[in-house]
């Protein structure tokens, strides 16, 4: 384990509490179904399975839902996404992916969180949707004993890295671990989160990332922790359930959306 990660703090799990407290349901809603996609879903699916997903909780006729993903290697490209920032334009498949933010990679040992949830029944404010998504990565990774933080300027959640040399500025050296992008349709959410658990890091070098030069990417496997994506969705689980409220398993509607490995 790389001892030169922050550790968690039972302070940081208090602050969190309010967020947790604000973001469930109105009483009585039903469960929010909770779906693992086998395999690697190529990027257009997984939009085919959201946009059908939002317009079914729109109109009344699907539940709530959390997609966990994988994709094969792709780059996507957020309503903010300046072309100067697609470093390598022939290395992986580019995606416009309706969401908002600039580039992001997706790619194998990454975990993916498609969440489609209804804002009517729970709290018509992005800002706090937002909000709620960082704090469900930040009580994950204190699951590990690793301090995720929010950035001001810089949407995701970051991890410091002081034994490497400091930023241009001065201050302690940071990665990002997680990256958030979401779009609400009729108070409608998708996109959502990625969570790096051992994706291969130099797949990032063909895009500057969410647009941010001065700072790196990490995952979990990178910060010491050998992990599995059965374990990960045990505790993404857990601490969404804690944010959001309960969850029910429920498979893949159609498997053809999922590709084989």
């Known amino acids: 384990m790389n001892t030169s990660v922050p550790t968690a703090s039972a302070s940081g799990a208090t602050r969190l509490a309010t967020v947790a407290e604000t973001f469930r349901a109105h009483e009585g809603s039903a469960p929010v179904a909770w779906t693992i996609v086998e395999g690697r879903t190529p990027y257009p699916d997984a939009l085919t399975m959201m946009e059908a997903q939002v317009a079914g909780i729109d109109s ?40 908002g933010g600039e580039y992001t990679y997706h790619g194998p040992g990454q975990r993916v969180a498609y969440v489609c949830l209804d804002l009517k029944r729970r709290r018509q404010d992005v800002r706090a949707f937002v909000a709620a998504l960082e704090a469900w990565v930040i009580e994950t990774l204190a699951e590990f004993h690793i301090v995720g933080e929010r950035r ?9 890295r002081p034994e490497r040399p400091p930023a241009a500025d001065g201050s302690v050296a940071e990665d990002k671990i997680a990256a958030i992008g979401i779009r609400v349709r009729k108070w409608v959410t998708f996109h ?5 658990v051992d994706p291969d890091l130099d797949h990032f070098s063909g895009i500057v990332p969410c647009g941010v030069r001065d700072h ?39 498997p053809t959306i999922s590709a084989s490995a």
Do not use: C, K
């Open 152 to 160: 001001e300027t810089r949407v995701g959640v970051w991890v410091q």
């Open 60 to 99: 009344g006729t699907a539940p709530e839902t959390v997609f966990l993903v994988e994709h094969p290697p792709l780059y996507t490209a957020g309503t903010r996404a300046d072309a100067a920032d697609l470093v390598d334009r022939e290395r992986f498949p580019v995606f416009q992916a309706g969401r």
């Open 216 to 254: 790196g990417v990490t995952s979990l496997s990178d910060l010491g922790f050998a992990v599995s994506m059965p374990e990960v969705d045990a505790l993404l689980r857990r601490n969404f359930e804690t944010i959001f409220g309960p969850t029910i398993d429920v498979p893949t509607v159609d």
């Open 192 to 196: 959502g989160i990625s969570l790096n």
